[in-house]
């Protein structure tokens, strides 16, 4: 399996910005299909945003579309989410999770996770 540290989580206002960056380890990313997730207090882990092995993305959470993106840079073997004009909903645990082969969005269908990255946003 591969390993994998997320980063750039912190404390920002509401309608700022911040980049989470999900580092691998151990194999080349360049193979997997890699998705955000987040988990609030009190509430599930849902799938914010995917992207595929070849690039392509989709969005699964309504409440993000046109604030967050999701992108890779096989080179550095690092997944990103940019999250713009945060709101204080978004404040949640942020996760990585990568699958060699898509077999849906629920967490369960993802093999490797990251320790997670707290995102907190005050308003």
């Known amino acids: 399996q591969v390993q994998l540290v997320e980063s750039g989580g912190g404390l920002v206002q509401a309608g700022g910005s911040l980049r989470l960056s999900c580092a691998a380890s151990g194999r080349s990313l360049s193979s997997y299909h890699m998705g955000w997730f987040r988990q609030a207090p009190g509430k599930e882990r849902e799938i914010v945003l995917y992207?595929?092995?070849?690039?392509?993305?989709?969005s699964y959470a309504d409440s993000v579309k046109g604030r967050f993106t999701i992108s890779r840079d096989n080179a550095k073997n690092t997944v990103y989410l940019q999250m713009n004009s945060l709101k204080p909903e978004d404040t949640a645990v942020y996760y990585c999770a990568a699958t060699a082969v898509y077999r849906g969005s629920r967490p369960t269908e993802f093999d490797s996770w990251g320790q997670g990255t707290q995102v907190t946003v005050s308003s």
């Open positions: 992207i595929s092995s070849y690039g392509s993305t989709k």
